[in-house]
């Protein structure tokens, strides 16, 4: 049930997660399209509910995915029993697909790259904005993650509420929330092994490290580390944008010129840099700060090196006061 036992009342859980959808999506108009990307937890159950719901009065048009990784040995009876549930829901439009996980960057990042190609595709067909169910908890997580990387307000930054036709509308939402929210509806969920399996860095820090910051430290680390994503991601993007004049300004046909480099802020310029890596064909994954760090040398510590090599069979050159990235 959706209402506290006797009263009528709505259950707060129920309302902020309804609340939280439709705040995320006030500026849609009735017959937007919306996917909501669905792995039978809480998160996303809450969700896929909530925006049934919203949806109906809004007028959306609301379908549903589950997408089946094939990374256990029931993944298929998983995948339809959580179908079921979408429909119970009242998502008539729920459906899932199946997809083969490579191994490049690991097991999560490959699940992730695999799972977010076969949501792109299935929005294509309505060019559909598709829903997350990632909370604050997994905000706080991503921050944490971040941060051990050492690769600045980039990571800092954590999840972007909208990314493209990517929307996340629960991440102010801490997961209890979710749990308490499905609880409430009688929603049965899934709980997915691998989200209680050591072995991935994201499970450890969950289950390890944010337990004993709040020990330490007191409670409201989650929100803490939600509250620096959010200031980080405002500074990032002013950042990004004096960056993209920069780089403007540096380039000379498929070359950087040193000398507008050398006098540009060191923050900017290595920005410019990296933005020129990965326009090589760096992949975003494999480039950290120490190939940063080494390509800058080239403009700041300039003193005869031969080309650098950089992940993705990329490499840069310093020749005649110009940077040149040369690809594999």
Known sequence: ????????????????VRRAVREGLADF???SSVLVACSGGPDSMS???????????????????????????????????????????????ADQTR??????????????????????????????TVLLGHTLDD??????????????????SGMAATSGRYRRPLLQLRRQTTISACEAQG????????????????????????????????????????RTATAARRDNEVLDTLAAGLFQDARDGDHLR???????????????????ALAAGCPAGDLFSVHVDAIDRLVTNWHGQAAIDLPGRVGVARTEGSLVFLRG
């Open 99 to 128: 997809v083969s996980v490579g191994s490049a960057g690991g097991p999560e990042a490959a699940a992730r790259e695999a799972r977010y190609a076969a949501l792109s595709a299935a929005a294509e067909a309505d060019d559909a």
């Open 29 to 31: 108009e009735p017959g």
């Open 187 to 226: 929603i049965e969920v899934y709980d997915d092994p691998h989200n209680a399996d050591p072995r991935f860095t994201r499970v450890r820090v969950r289950r390890e490290v944010i337990p004993v910051l709040e020990d330490v430290l007191g409670p409201g680390v989650v929100e803490a580390l939600g």
């Open 1 to 16: 049930m959706s209402t506290a036992e006797g009263t009528g009342r709505l259950d707060p859980a129920v309302a902020d």
């Open 258 to 276: 040193v000398d507008v480099l050398q006098a540009s802020p060191a923050s900017l310029r290595r920005r410019v840099l990296r933005v020129a």
């Open 47 to 93: 969700l896929a509910a909530a925006t049934c719901f919203e949806g109906a009065k809004a007028g959306w048009l609301v379908r549903a995915l589950v997408v089946d990784h094939g990374l256990q040995a029931d993944s298929r009876s998983v995948t339809a029993r959580v179908v079921s549930r979408l429909h119970d829901l009242g998502i008539e439009a």
């Open 139 to 156: 905000q706080a997580e991503t921050v944490l993650l971040g941060l051990s990387r050492g690769s600045g307000l980039l990571s800092l």
